[in-house]
């Protein structure tokens, strides 16, 4: 699968799954929806950062290639651990971590998987890599001021960041490589489907409707439709009062 379908389908899945989360006692409302969209992507693009010279790797510069080198050396390189439930349990870990520390951590985190998200989408906030990195980290800050202002509730991070992992092991188990679940106990690599990566039905048909409903399920989440509403009704008395009978 291209990053593009990834991202797109781990902000689907967590935004599916918001509902259920609440049922549960997870609060995810208000500023937390966009938060929860944002960790979604980001984690879908996480287990591919095993590979120094793919798009994840290269997007925040020589931090995310070393990462990306040292991720890979530690979990036996491409399409390895880190495309297993081992890898699962390790990003997972490290969203529990940052939820439960918070402020500059929280940030830095948020800041991180919007910039992977980002680079997968192909979103260039500005063109000079060095100014993409501030940018990512103005909005990883950004995501944790509202979140202060908005009295956010982290808990709902490391639910989005397990979501996430787990819709890019389920695209990858679609195409003929698959994932190695249990690595490095059994290297076994399991696929339910044997599509090939970049093939014509994911640009054109999958991508597309995936960044639809996406966009719909933040909207709908976040209230949108509600708040809509009276947005409308606002902006029709503003040009009735400024248009003459
Ligand atoms: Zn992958």
């Not at 491409?78 to 402020?103: E, P």
């Amino acid at each position: 699968m291209i990053g593009r379908t990834h991202a797109t389908s781990g902000a689907v899945a967590v935004l599916a799954v918001v509902p259920l989360l609440r049922q549960h006692g997870v609060p995810v409302d208000g500023w937390s929806v966009p938060v929860a969209a944002v960790v979604g992507a980001g984690s879908a693009m996480l287990p591919d950062l095993d590979h120094p010279s793919g798009t994840i790797a290269r997007s925040v510069g020589p931090l995310t290639t070393g990462l990306a080198r040292a991720v890979g050396f530690c979990l036996g390189g491409h399409r390895n651990g880190t495309h297993s439930l081992l890898g699962l349990a390790l990003f997972t870990g490290l969203g529990v971590l940052a939820a439960d520390t918070g402020g500059i951590t929280l940030g830095l985190y948020l800041a991180f998987l919007f910039a992977i998200a980002s680079a997968a989408m192909h979103v260039s906030l500005v063109t000079v890599p060095v100014l993409h990195t501030v940018a990512c980290l103005v909005v990883g800050a950004a995501l944790t001021r509202g979140a202060l202002f908005e009295s956010f509730s982290p808990a709902v991070v490391p639910w989005a960041v397990g979501i996430g992992t787990t819709a890019h092991l389920v695209g990858d188990m679609a195409t003929v490589q698959g994932c190695p679940l249990f690595w490095p106990f059994w290297k076994h690599r399991f696929n339910y489907a044997s599509l090939s990566t970049n093939h014509f039905t994911e640009r054109f048909v999958v991508g597309p409707a995936l960044t639809f409903v996406a966009i719909y399920l933040v909207v709908d989440e976040v209230g949108g439709v509600d708040m809509l509403g009276p947005a409308w009704k606002a902006a029709v008395e503003v040009v009735r009062s400024v248009v003459p009978a």
